[in-house]
């Protein structure tokens, strides 16, 4: 039985391939294949859903229904048992279809008199792209091998589909990959660009669909899979006493690489007609809709293997590699499904713009492109199967939208977005040189955050007074080792130079939570956010915490420094890290090397906690800056990086103010300098609402200090401290409304 259907199979696809070789439109295709389906497979009904939208089936093409429906029967996605075949990407079988759970009755197509259904989902790689059905009257299911056989024709038809076989009138037959899509996903990184697709991994095509020799096919895929094992075992000897995350990875590729089932699969895929590739590819599809819809977050994990896996082995057998040829466009906008910080920095600012499918916005890729000031967005589901290099492409970093292949209202509109804020920074300029002096005569000090020696010249440009934040967790996470000491200590003279007489405040290194170094043993914590990391850290391994401070010390050669120690979340870890920095500067002294002339030593306040320490903390540390985007999360008990939640909490609610208000009072009473660092901090009302309140210094990044103060010299501070005070006593949420109402009435 299992000979006879792999030989009827196999002889279906060959006529399925030299009916698709014929001459005809994209529409006559169709009328064949449906005509060829319906009698190899002896049922009077076959037809062709196609999607004519992300949310629409069109019936295509068929045979045995009512001809006259053809373009004209459309259903929505989950409508009757052809859109639930398409909604949940699963076959449904039944031998008395009108009493299916959500069977939908379609008079125009005459399909009443017939009782059997089988619907075949058409996708590839997770897209849905159609349905495809036989129908008969006699009330039967249908067997193990007809299910088999369609699924196979199924992978062929999603193929043909995506190389442009069925091109012609309509919606449903127009061709892939051209049409205007808006994706939405989440703001990583602000700011709008306008370019052309880069894709950071090309898709494979796979154009030999279906084979004649088997044999030949059979021997192909195992050599492709020999090579495949080969270079997993290398990258594991490679890996060998290093991170063990990165070994649990691999080691599951090798477990997907032997694997007896993945091989017999396709092997049998091979057997029925398939080529090598369509094989692979076709497991692939299967797989990812069997393990995308589990509930169990490893499963959803190892799916992401598997296709790491899959497409390595599409590259073996096409010899398509990452490198095709094609040119980097001048404009470019990096598209990929994730990527790391030392692949993005190697683009470098070349990047107009950068548009992930996974990522976060608290992710090693979100740090760099911040420090890149690159638009970044992430979450942005489908667009690594959508985008074709050279697309053109929109982003929009402010509300997590990308453009693909707009259309000209879209493209005007975009443009305009991006003339008036290209005019707003000409604006901004007059006053790089000016002091952020709000109408009623206090002065703000605006500083920049940075990560790397490409933001410094931003610190010119830009109006800055000093770097209120220097993230020195960067070169540690490009790295695929601990940097030396002699590499860091380089790195920070080489930024106090280009800094001159300004002020750099140099946080130490803060890791863990989503910034992970490869080359540590990584932690397995239910919740990293609130785990293992930053000060932590350093104090749990002191020889790192040693080791950079060396390195800052050894930088400032007799100069200022400025040091932060992060996440400090109690008194008594600012006392121990404080011990450690004694402790480096006496062994430099012991050396004979200079020491810095003045230093600073500092907390970034991150947790609540902090804010309630003991009096002597607040009179004890040098400096406190607070970090608005932890504090935030842990204060509203919303996670950052959940979508459901994160935009749910305003930072101008009357709680959190009030609560960075008891903060400002108690570093007033202590005479200790506060400032304010975050994302917040570089919006303009939010800047001009912490200004009210007694913040007198803000770090941002550089784009921002020219809209922050602009709107500073027009605000006057005792009006919105009035307003601040009447919301709390009105019992108000927010002030946020009010003080847009102020704003509005400002000439600015």
Known sequence: MAQKRESESRKLLVRLRDAMAEDGDGQQRLDKITRLIATSMQTEVCSIYLFRDHETLELCATEGLNPESVHQTRLRLGEGLVGRVAKKSKTINTADAPSEKGFRFMPETGEEIYSSFLGIPIQRLGEKLGVLVVQSKASRLFSADELYALEVVAMVLAEMTELGAFLGEGEALSARHQQPVLLRGTAGQEGAAIGHVWLHEPRVVVTNVIAEDPETETARLNDAVETLRVSVDKLLAGAAGGDGEQLQVLEAYRMFANSKGWMRRMEEDISNGLSAEAAVEKEQTQARTRLGQANDSYLRERLQDLDDLSNRLLRILTGQGSATGAELPSDPVLVARNIGPGELLEYGRSLKAIVLEEGSVGSHAAIVARALAIPLVVHADGITREALNGDHIMVDGDQGIVHLRPDDTVNAAFKDKIAMQADAQERYSATRDKPAMTLCGVTISLHMNAGLMADLPSLENSGAEGVGLFRTELQFLVRNKMPQRSELSALYSRVLDAAGDKRVVFRTLDIGSDKVLTYMKPNDEPN???????????????????????????????????????????????IAAKAEMDKAMERERRLGHPLPSNIEIGAMLETPSLAFAPQAFF??????????????????????????????????????????????????????????????????????????????????????????????????????????????????????????????????
């Open 619 to 748: 009179e004890d540390v040098g400096f406190l800056s607070i970090g608005g985007n932890d504090l935030k999360q842990f204060f509203f008990a919303a996670d950052r990086e959940n979508e459901r939640v994160r935009r749910r909490y305003d930072t101008l609610s009357i709680p959190f103010l009030s609560f960075l208000q008891g903060i400002v009072t108690r570093c007033e009473i202590a005479g200790t300098p506060l400032s304010f660092c975050g994302e917040d901090s570089g919006r303009p009302i939010e800047a001009a609402c912490f200004a009210a309140i007694g913040m007198r210094a803000l770090s941002m990044r550089p784009a921002s200090i020219g809209p922050v103060k602009h709107l500073l010299r027009h605000v006057d501070l005792n009006i919105l401290r009035q307003i601040i005070e009447e919301c709390n006593q009105k019992g108000e949420q927010s002030v946020r409304g009010p003080v847009n109402d102020y704003i509005k009435s400002l000439p600015l």
């Open 528 to 574: 990293p956010a609130l785990g293992w990391r930053a000060i932590r850290v350093g104090l749990d391994k002191p020889g790192v915490m040693r080791m950079q401070l060396q390195a800052l010390l050894r930088a400032a050669a007799g100069r200022d420094l400025s040091i932060m120690f992060p996440f400090v979340a109690q008194y008594s870890e600012y």
